[in-house]
């Protein structure tokens, strides 16, 4: 199963072409899994694998002992290194496996600090990433810690069975070929997308009985994508393994009104509950959380553009994800049981011609511009969405959590 996970990583995820560098970032606990995807990589003709391994107990220890300004700064050492890696156009992998208590209790102002200046840093790494230049994938593997919170009334070695097990069935590693079957996924997105691209959206109305009750307007060009994407060598790979989800970059100055959470969001081991959002004019006016407020704050204020929307993504209720009922307590995972929406960055294949722009030639045209993306679950069983078209028509796109479209 580690085997035909790592081929599709591999072959699906990054696409790994001959002669291409391969980067993958590591917690140690998952050693086997990055020896497995070098093996693979290697077989497609990969030039070198590198392997970025970290230490999750390290990382808390380094969080527990230094003060905001430390991470303020970023070593030579890391700016070179992974901005050497754009330079080569090298696909990245990042394997997430966090512990979702792992920076419990850590002040919020040192974990924006230090994603702040990274992406200031690592700049280039970043935009070839964010603009189409170069493919990279995120993918889950357990660990013990995230084991034993999906999976509390287990014993260590049942819950790390048990979540194996689980991320091999939604990334369909249990079937025969998950290869072809990934596929098959990539053309189940087609339709609905040609759809939804087709209807000249001018905005979604979002409602819910949480209390969400939010309009969001599209760009002009928007574009929906889902599945994977195309980077600008006109190579198909998949950016998330697992994905269930149809997205677009609304207009970041066209959002109004109320956005209620229906799920956990863990941000860099910190977890954020029950929290609601409110939009005027795009940008985010008030926030409030039963848990993690000041989390949620140091998200909001990583900079101007992590205020306004990067993302809109529909996902159906009855996902095979959410059909599994388990809350991963992981972003990856749970953004793809329910609709969700993103603070940050918005994406250049969601506007027609974006992916051969610049960042302030998308910005220009509406998309937003920052150093983050976070993503948060807002999708319920009785949430609807509907869309209003520039001719003033109005088209149901969800009832009762799911596509009618």
Aim: net charge negative.
């Amino acid at each position: 199963m580690l085997e035909k996970y790592a081929e599709l990583i591999v072959k699906q995820g990054v696409n790994v072409q001959p002669g291409q560098d391969v980067v993958i970032t590591s917690d140690v606990c998952n050693a086997d899994l990055v020896k497995a995807i070098a093996k693979e990589a290697y077989k497609v003709g990969a030039r070198d694998v590198i392997p970025y391994y970290v230490d999750e107990d390290l990382t808390r220890l380094r969080y527990d002992h230094n003060d905001v300004d430390y991470f303020k700064n970023v070593p030579n050492y890391v700016r070179e290194i992974h901005n050497e890696y754009a330079l080569k156009h090298a696909a990245v992998i990042t394997i997430t496996s966090e512990d979702p208590d792992g920076l419990k209790g850590i002040d919020p102002q040192k974990l924006q600090a230090r994603s702040k200046a990274i992406h200031e840093a690592c700049a280039l790494f970043y935009d070839h990433l964010d603009l189409m230049e170069d493919r990279w994938c995120i993918v889950g593997a357990p660990s013990l810690k995230w084991a034993n919170k999906v999976f509390p009334e287990m014993s260590d070695r049942e819950a790390m069975e048990a979540l194996w097990n689980a991320i091999y069935h939604v990334t369909y590693v249990d079937r025969e070929n998950p290869v072809e079957e990934w596929d098959k996924h990539r053309k189940s997105f087609e339709e609905r997308v040609g759809k939804l691209n087709a209807l000249n959206i001018e905005s979604l109305h979002y409602t819910n009985s949480l209390g969400t009750d939010l309009t969001v307007g599209l760009t002009d060009d928007y574009l929906f994508a889902g599945g994977g994407s195309y980077t600008k060598d006109g190579i198909y790979s998949f950016p998330n393994i697992p994905t269930e989800e149809i997205f677009t970059s609304p207009h970041y100055q066209k959002v109004e009104g109320v956005v209620y959470s229906s799920m956990p969001l863990n941000y860099n081991g910190a977890l954020v509950e029950d929290f609601s959002i409110t939009f005027h004019e795009g940008r985010v006016v008030a926030y409030d959380a039963r848990v993690g407020m000041d989390v949620l704050g140091s998200i909001i204020e990583t900079d101007e553009g992590s205020h306004y929307l990067g993302e809109i993504a529909l996902v159906p209720y009855d996902s095979p994800i959410r059909e599994m009922n388990i809350l991963f307590y992981n972003t990856l995972f749970d953004e793809n049981a329910a609709c969700h929406l993103a603070l940050g960055k918005g994406f250049s294949e969601c506007l027609k011609n974006g992916i051969e722009m610049n960042k302030e030639e998308l910005y220009q045209h509406g998309v937003n511009d920052s150093l983050t993306h976070v993503d948060f679950m807002i999708g319920t069983a009785d949430l609807s969405i509907t869309a209003r078209s520039r001719q003033g028509e109005e088209v149901a796109i969800f009832k009762n959590g799911c596509f009618v479209l």
